[in-house]
C-alpha cells in the first residue's frame, strides 16, 4: 500500500522532470519503483493470420492497482498505415523508477532499449520484414508464415552481434548497456500514430487476466502469445516454455516465393551461402569415397600377386621339357620300357 501511495506521488514530478524528452519521444510513462520487470518468457511464435499483419512481440506491463507485472502476449496487427513499422515499448532505469517508455508506429523503427524481443526484434531495429511501395514483405526465417495467402517472401539470415538473454529493461542493476543511434534518435522526431484499437484491447485484455500477472505464473505465462489481438483462447494461443532464447523462427520445408523488384542488398546476400553447404557436401562426398578407395585398393592386391604366382610355374614346364636328355643307357628296348610303361 505505501509502495503504490509513493509511486502515485513520484510519478507528476518523474513526468515533469522528463517532459522535455517526452515531448520529442511522443511517449508516455508508467512507474514502478525499485521493482525491476521480470525477465522475458520463451514462447513460439503464432502463424501469421495472412497479408498485412506485422508482429509485435509481448511485453510486461505494470499494474498500479494489482502491484504487479502482468504479461501482454505477442500478437499479429494489421499495420495502421502503409509504410509503417512497429517500435516496441521498453522498461528503462530512470534513476529512481523503472519507466515505460510507450511503443508506437512511424516509418522506421526506433530505438527500444536494446531490448532482445526476438523475431525480428534483436535489440536494434526490425530484421521482420521492410516495405516496397505500399507491399509488405517478410523475412521467413523471423516470421512463421505457413500460409499460402502470403507469398511475398525473402530469406534472410539474422546475425546478432550481441550476447542472447531474456533482460526484458534497460540500464539500471543487469539491464541491457544500449543508447540510441542517431538513426534511431531522427525516427523519433518522425511523425507517429499510437498503438491501435487492437493492440489496447491485448493490454486490457491481459490485465484482467490473473492467470498472466507474474505473482501467478513466476514469469511463465499460460497466454504467452496469440494469433490475432484479443484472441485469447482456441486454435493460434501459444504457451510460455522452458529452454533458451529464440530470436528466429525455425521454418518448414521452403516453397515458391516471390522476390520484389529492387530488393535490397541484404535480400540478395542471402542466396551467397549455399557454396558453403556445397563445401560442406564436398567434404562429405569425401568422406564417403575414401573408404570407398580402401577398399578397392586391398581387391587389387589380393588379385594380382596370385596371378604372378601362378605364372611361373607355367613358364617353368617348358623349360624342365627343354632341359638337355639324359644319356642313354641301356638297349633301346628297355628304354622304350621305362618311357611306355605297360598299362595294367
Known amino acids: 500500500m505505501q509502495l503504490k501511495t509513493w509511486s502515485r506521488l513520484i510519478l507528476p514530478t518523474l513526468f515533469l ?3 522535455p524528452a517526452l515531448s520529442m519521444a511522443q511517449v508516455s510513462v508508467e512507474v514502478s519503483v525499485g521493482v525491476p520487470p521480470p525477465e522475458l518468457p520463451i514462447y513460439e511464435q503464432p502463424p501469421i493470420p495472412g497479408d498485412g499483419y506485422i508482429w509485435t512481440p509481448g511485453y510486461w ?12 502476449p505477442g500478437t499479429w496487427v494489421l499495420v495502421p ?29 526506433g530505438f527500444y532499449g536494446g531490448v532482445n524481443y526476438g523475431y525480428g526484434y534483436g535489440g536494434n531495429g526490425y530484421e521482420g ?16 508464415i505457413r500460409t499460402t495467402n502470403v507469398t511475398n517472401v525473402y530469406n534472410k539470415t539474422v546475425i546478432n552481434n550481441v550476447t542472447v538473454n531474456r533482460v526484458s529493461y534497460n540500464g539500471g542493476n543487469g539491464g541491457v548497456r544500449a543508447q540510441p543511434t542517431s538513426a534511431e534518435e531522427a525516427a523519433i522526431r518522425e511523425r507517429h500514430i499510437t498503438a491501435t484499437t487492437g ?7 491481459a490485465r484482467s487476466n490473473p492467470e498472466l500477472r507474474v505473482s501467478r505464473n513466476q514469469g511463465r505465462p499460460p497466454i504467452a502469445a496469440t494469433p490475432r489481438p484479443g484472441a485469447f483462447s482456441g486454435a493460434g494461443v501459444v504457451p510460455a516454455k522452458g529452454g533458451t532464447m529464440s530470436v528466429i523462427h525455425s521454418q518448414p520445408q521452403s516453397r515458391t516465393e516471390t522476390q520484389p523488384r529492387g530488393a535490397q542488398p541484404e535480400t540478395q546476400r542471402a542466396p551467397q551461402r549455399p557454396p558453403v553447404q556445397q563445401e560442406q557436401r564436398a567434404r ?9 578407395e580402401q577398399q578397392r585398393a586391398p581387391v587389387q592386391q589380393q588379385y594380382r600377386p596370385p596371378v604372378e604366382q601362378r605364372r611361373p610355374p607355367e613358364q ?24 611306355h610303361p605297360p598299362e595294367h
Open 17 to 19: 522532470l522528463a517532459l
Open 61 to 72: 506491463a505494470w499494474s498500479d492497482d494489482d502491484q504487479d507485472y502482468y504479461w501482454v
Open 81 to 109: 498505415e502503409p509504410g509503417y513499422l512497429w517500435t516496441p515499448g521498453y522498461w528503462g532505469w530512470g534513476g529512481a523508477a523503472f519507466i515505460w517508455h510507450l511503443g508506437y508506429w512511424g516509418p522506421h523503427v
Open 129 to 144: 520484414g521492410y516495405w516496397q511501395g505500399d507491399r509488405l514483405y517478410y523475412n521467413r526465417t523471423v516470421n512463421n
Open 199 to 205: 493492440q489496447r484491447q491485448q493490454e486490457q485484455t
Open 284 to 292: 562429405v562426398q569425401q568422406q564417403y569415397r575414401s573408404p570407398v
Open 316 to 339: 617353368a614346364q617348358p623349360q624342365r621339357q627343354s632341359a638337355p636328355p639324359r644319356p642313354e643307357s641301356g638297349p633301346p628296348a628297355a628304354r622304350r620300357s621305362a618311357e
